[in-house]
């Protein structure tokens, strides 16, 4: 049976720099969290110093271990051979690319056949969940306390477990006329919000998805074009009627100090799309089904959607809501983030 549970446990296991095993269709394997590990228990977990390291495909990439991938499947995580000198500070040099300038001659790395591909595949995905650099020691054997499958990995993603939690009214700078939707997801315990602005009138409302933005939306970052857009998005709401949703999916899913990983790639001149490629993301790691959950719940699946990027579109009517119309949501730009508007437009589909 699947069990989020489990999925929450090994998340925590994983932060904590425990190990766990993930048992997939083509065996199992055991692993430790690069980046939450310490000497003491990469010493415990491996022993023998002979467990091999784990990392994405974009990641082997950098390393110029690309032509040793999997050809059947380039996507597919890479496992590089433990060598004697790979210790753990090795092997975070190896995981992390914020080294890459101040330690540049690595290697040479040889990749040997991944112990076990779909589990392997997985434990990337749970990295991204926990925040996590997608980097392990991994291990044929262990004695982990906590041994998990990717079905329950993706059993925590399910966003068909999303209930409405507390709803009160809430006057905002925009409107007075404001109620906030408070949304619990059984599964993995994310907290959403929808803010309905203003009174339905007949028409289908106008909705905002945003991300969550730490650094845009509280910080007033110039980096991207986040708090602008949050703030633009409320008033153009109500001065109609409509609905903004604000998913907690910091840093296009992976997370705020994933993403401020990226911001540190970025100050070395690579692009925002380049910056998650290179820590071994997806350029963009969101799931909008869950947007389309609270809609549905809310009660309105016939919207005017204000946006500039077609997935959001694309996704929220392979969802089941009808976007009878995408309203662009274009603001002006900055010295600092006009790179990254242009990078938005040239590299991901945005239409700017
Ligand atoms: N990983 C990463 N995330 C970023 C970066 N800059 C902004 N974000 C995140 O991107 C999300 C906002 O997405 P955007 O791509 O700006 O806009 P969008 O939501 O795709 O499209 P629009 O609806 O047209 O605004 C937020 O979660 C931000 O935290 C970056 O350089 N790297
Ligand atoms: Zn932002």
Redesign the pocket.
Known sequence: MNDPRAAARAIDALKRGWPIAIAGADGIVHLLAIETADAARLAEFDPGETADILISSTRATTLKLANQRDAADPGRPVQVARVPWIDLAGAVALADPAFDLATPLKGPYRAVPVTAGDAASAALELARLAGLLPAFFIAGTGTPEVRITPADIAAYDDSNALMIAARARLPVEASENAEIVAFRSRDDGTEHVALILGEPDGQPPLV?????????DVLGSL????GP?LHAALHAIASHWGILLYLR??????GLI??LR??SL?DQGHD?VD??LRLG?AI?A?DFGVAARMLALIGQTRIRL????P??VAQLSAHGIDVVERVP?KLPSNPHNAK?LDT?RDR?G?QL
Not at 208 to 216: A, D, I, P, V
């Open positions: 905002r998805l945003h991300s969550e933005c730490l650094t845009g980096k991207c074009d986040c857009q999916q910091e840093g296009r899913g992976i994933n993403k990226a911001y970025q925002t910056a998650n993301f963009d969101r204000l946006t500039n990027n997935e959001k949501h990254y938005k991901t945005h």
